[in-house]
């Protein structure tokens, strides 16, 4: 046990969760530090963060910011140092979903998807990579795709392709940042009951999720857990870049 506890610590260390109040991004962060990190659940609401604090436990915080203002994301990260004095860790979590169909969904809309799930990933990844850069220090990013970023899925059009651009931007800021310590991987959940994707999931859409999973059931949020070590870790994965880590119970390996 000491040896694992020693691969996968994070004893020192201060994760940045955005999104951390949502379902999933809680109980990764409730895992981060429960490995020993300082985590900051960075949201819009301190009632539904006190909710996860809560349950996190540890040396757990929230910061509110609105993520869609880079001006935000730069006063995230100034507050954060003032008050714990460093960042190690950056996961981007926050995401929106929809359902509106491909011909009527409006350009207000899609924007207003891309800008939250992807244009608000590459603002973080620039403002906390320049510190990291500036300071020569370790960091890791673990930014949320999708099992839709990997193939596309029906009615929720918008946001498989703003979840592919995600994909396609982490290995694109893996490889620009490789040889200065910065690590960029993307965690790619299956189907896990969080709120992005309730709005879909009616009868017919669980029996098909279910048709094409071969362990025949949804994930579990505690089972992101594992893999938000791995790729946190600079123990266990410092070698780890670029990658898209798929914790989705076959779903990906399923074809007919």
Request: glycine residues 10%.
């Amino acid at each position: 046990m000491h040896y694992l506890e020693e691969l996968f610590t994070l004893e020192g260390k201060v994760a940045v969760v955005v999104g951390g109040t949502g379902e999933l991004c809680s109980h990764m962060a409730g895992g981060l530090a429960k490995a020993g990190a300082t985590v900051l659940l960075v949201g819009r609401s301190a009632e539904k963060a006190q909710r996860r604090l809560v349950q996190i436990g540890g040396d757990s915080h929230f910061v509110a910011a609105d993520i869609s203002s880079r001006d935000s994301v730069e006063q995230l990260l100034d507050d954060v140092l003032a008050k714990f004095g460093r960042a190690d860790v950056l996961v981007n979590g926050a995401g929106v979903n929809s359902a509106t169909p491909v011909l009527d969904i409006t350009t207000e809309e899609f924007e207003s998807i891309i800008n939250v799930n992807l244009t608000a990933t590459l603002t973080a990844c620039q403002v906390f990579a320049k510190y990291w850069l500036e300071n020569d220090m370790e960091g890791s990013v673990i930014n949320l795709g999708s099992i839709s970023g990997l193939n596309p899925l029906s009615r929720v059009f918008s946001y498989s392709a703003s979840k592919a651009a995600v994909h396609n931007l982490s290995k694109n800021l893996a490889r620009e940042w490789a040889n200065q310590k910065i690590r960029v991987n993307t965690l790619v959940p299956g189907f896990f009951p969080a709120e992005q994707n309730k709005k879909v999931l009616d009868e017919s859409r669980v029996a098909s999720i279910m048709n094409h999973t071969p362990m025949d059931r949804f994930g579990s949020p505690d089972e992101l857990i594992g893999a938000t070590l791995l790729l946190a870790s600079n123990n266990a994965g410092g070698f780890i870049t670029g990658h898209e880590l798929v914790v989705d119970g076959g779903f990906n390996s399923m074809s007919i």
